[in-house]
């Protein structure tokens, strides 16, 4: 998604593996529910120990979500996304 003017209004929603985000995708795609996210693959937080064994990126890898908390409000029945404040 293009980022715009009204980002700063999102709420986040929380991190995710990239598998459980992918979901969270394609439910908001087909609820029309406007959404950012941002990726981490956790470069900066991998410890020495684990970077001599060949590293953690699959264990750290986060994708952190926000979602416009009034199309949400519209739609929390039809895409029955699980929020904090559910």
Do not use: C, W
């Not at 999102?10 to 996210?37: Q, V």
């Not at 684990?50 to 739609?75: M, S, T």
């Amino acid at each position: 998604m293009e980022p715009n003017a009204h980002d700063s209004n999102f709420e986040y929603l929380g991190y995710y593996s990239p598998p459980d985000a992918s979901k969270l995708f394609t439910a908001f795609e087909a609820a029309n529910i406007d959404f950012r996210a941002e990726f981490f693959d956790g470069t900066n937080t991998i410890g020495s120990i684990a970077a001599a064994h060949g590293g953690a990126f699959g264990r750290v890898a986060q994708v952190l979500i926000r979602i416009d908390p009034e199309q949400r409000a519209k739609n929390r029945h039809q895409a029955r996304v699980h929020t904090p404040h559910d």
